[in-house]
């Protein structure tokens, strides 16, 4: 039998191809909210439902000249962590206690959605430059966890006696 790939990578692996789904002309970025080793709901970046999508009717932050990073009010596209939220809701689902992947680093007004969701652990992938996430993130208790793929190993899928994970299930680090 192959090697198994850990849970945490299983789903950051999910989340960044949910990141192929985007239509944002700038950045591609997946979501998935997992509790209980079960996917909740997942979110792309992307125009709201019935709405035209940047790769459709181009950037309006490229076209006002906005650079990235400012601005993200002024932006046709939901964040794919907000699309993940609202399917939660739309469907009836609580996402208390979970986990998002995200493949970069939410922003600061996602950061809040998140806290106000419940949501317990936040892994993301990548850094994205947002200090003010990220301290919002710590206050509310809750680390930001940096996604470290780790080598395939059966181990990574162990259990032991205790019910703790094996010696390779929390490979993240904080990101201070």
Known sequence: ????PSWD?????????????????RRQVG??????????????NGAPRGLSHCDVTGCIRDK???????????????????NALLQAALHGVSVAGSTIYINVQPCFT???MIINAGIARVVCAQTYPDELARSFLAEAGLELELWQPE???EAADTV??????????DHQSPIS
Not at 1 to 4: I, S, V
Not at 12 to 22: F, P, Y
Not at 64 to 76: K, V
Request: aromatic share 4%; glycine share 8%; proline share 6%.
């Open 1 to 4: 039998m192959g090697k198994r």
């Open 9 to 25: 990578d299983y789903f950051m692996d999910i989340a960044q191809h949910v990141a192929t789904r985007s239509t944002c002309l």
């Open 110 to 112: 996602c950061a809040k």
């Open 31 to 44: 979501a998935v909210i997992v509790k209980d080793k079960r996917i909740l709901a997942t979110g792309y």
């Open 151 to 153: 080598p395939q190993s």
């Open 160 to 169: 032991h006696e205790s019910g703790e994970p094996g010696p390779h299930q």
């Open 64 to 82: 006002l000249g906005i650079p990235s990073g400012q601005r993200l009010d002024i932006c046709r596209a939901l964040h794919a962590e907000q």
